[in-house]
Every structure is written in structure tokens, then in C-alpha cells.
């Protein structure tokens, strides 16, 4: 069995840019370490936030990234996006947009307009996935993932279902396509439904509680916004919903080399870190207006 590392509550919120308002659960605990993580360098949870109208849409502005993925989930609300190889687009509730940053671009985030002139609830997770060396210098795509597009593998009570966004749930493939090995998925359970998970001992693996309350491997209730922190020995773990609940579940295989972060940039050595910001200031990660 797998069992819980430990269990931790979100932290004090911070905002990326104004539209972002976000707990930071890896790597700001020294115990959720990009090391300790690996694959997975950075969580920003958004826990459920009303924002109210506003007359133009809150977000973060033109920022870089290179030498990793950022995976986008739209919980509530939309998120819009712009780069600067001129793509773009708006991840809808349900949706995910994974991003492959690899060799460097330029973008934005923010509310889409039709969210900010209604405002409403929002809540979202972005998270990082690092690459492996020999894949950081690929040229950056896109997957947007709809909700449709997502693998739905029905429970026992014909009613709860797991979600799968990227790798495997009982032999159901999600629609992601990843670089190393990631499971990415959303267990949605009517209260008292009990599911099984069940990863390689190898992977680093943990859980976010989205929506209600859930009891791993007969635990106490884990409550909402959550992170569940799993050993990484043993290879199963039960989920059962305390209430109706939704539950995010990440389990990937360590990368095992050496990291190299800073800011928006995530490499295996200095000199490439330091090779980031030259590019970076040379205009070669392209152009994008504010
Ligand atoms: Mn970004």
C-alpha cells in the first residue's frame, strides 16, 4: 500500500499578477522540493475565489518560460492566453491547457473578457512539469485539452468517474501526450465511493482536494484545498469521498537530473540558466505586446 507522506493545508495566498490569487504548495514547503517532486517543479493552486466585474481582465502580463511544460486547469472560470508566436486561445471550465515551453517563448495570462465583465467564482491549478534534458531545447507546442477529449472511466456506483487529462487509468488513456511518464487525473465521487489508485513505487505522486472532503487509505477527512503528499514506496492507495468531492491525482516519474531554476526558467546547469536570460534579453524568445 501507499500511504500518506503527510497532509498539508494550503499556505497564505499570494497573487501572480492581479488575476491570480494562489497557494504555493511545491517547491515553497522545504518538503515539496523540485528534487523531492520530480517531475512535477511548481504547483500554484487557486483556491475557489469570487473576483467581482471588472472593466478590463486581471491576469499576469508578458513573462518567459524555458526548459519545461506549464499545465493550466480551469476549475471555475476561463483563462485566456496569448503568446508570442502568435497563438492563443481561452482554456474553459473543464478544460486543460498543456503547454510545452521547451526552448523558450513569451506569454500572457489572464481572465478571459466574457469572465471579467461578469466576474464570478474562479479557481484553477497551474502546475510544472519539468522536461528531460535532452527534450528542454525542442520546439514549444500546445495541446489544448477539452474536457470532451478526456478519457471518463464510470465507477461502481455507475455515477462517480475518474477524469483522465494524461497517462493511464485502468488501461484508459488520457488525450495528453508527455514527455516522460505522467498521470494526470480528476476523480469526481458522489459521497461515500471509494476508488483505487495505483502507481509505480518509483513515481512521485500526490493529491489536491478540489471540491468536498476525502478519507485516503481509511485516514481522518482530508478537507477541501488540501495537499496530500504520498510516500513514494508502495503502489496503491484508496480515494473514498467523506462528501461529494473532486479530487486532482499526479503521479510521475522522476526525472532524475540535475535542476537548475530561476524565475521562469528551469534548465540542469547555471550556464544554461545563465544562457536563459542572455537569450532572453537578445529579444529570442520573440515579441508580444502588453
Ligand atoms: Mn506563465
Known sequence: ?????????????????DGFRVHNFIPSFPALSMQRMDPFIMLD?????????????K?????????FETVTIAYK???????????????????????TAASGLLHKEYHAESFAKTGGEFQMVQLWVNLPAKDKMSAPKYQAITNQQMAKVLLEDGKSYVEVIAGKYKNQQGPANTFTEVHLQNAILEKGVKVEFDFPSTNNTFLIVIEGSIIVNGSDPIPVDHFVEMDKKGTSFTIEANEKAKVLVASGAPIGEPIAAHGPFVMNTRDELVQAFNDFNDGKFGHLED
Not at 4 to 10: D, G, Q, T, W
Not at 80 to 95: P, T, V
Request: proline content about 13%.
Open 59 to 67: 491576469g499576469v502580463g508578458v513573462h518567459p518560460h524555458r526548459g
Open 45 to 57: 493552486y487557486g483556491s475557489k475565489f469570487v473576483f467581482p466585474p471588472a472593466p478590463s481582465p
Open 77 to 99: 472560470g476561463q483563462v485566456a492566453h496569448h503568446d508570442s508566436f502568435g497563438n492563443s486561445g481561452i482554456i474553459n471550465e473543464g478544460d486543460v491547457q498543456w503547454m
Open 1 to 17: 500500500m501507499k500511504n500518506i507522506a503527510k497532509v498539508y493545508a494550503p499556505p497564505a495566498p499570494h497573487m501572480v499578477g
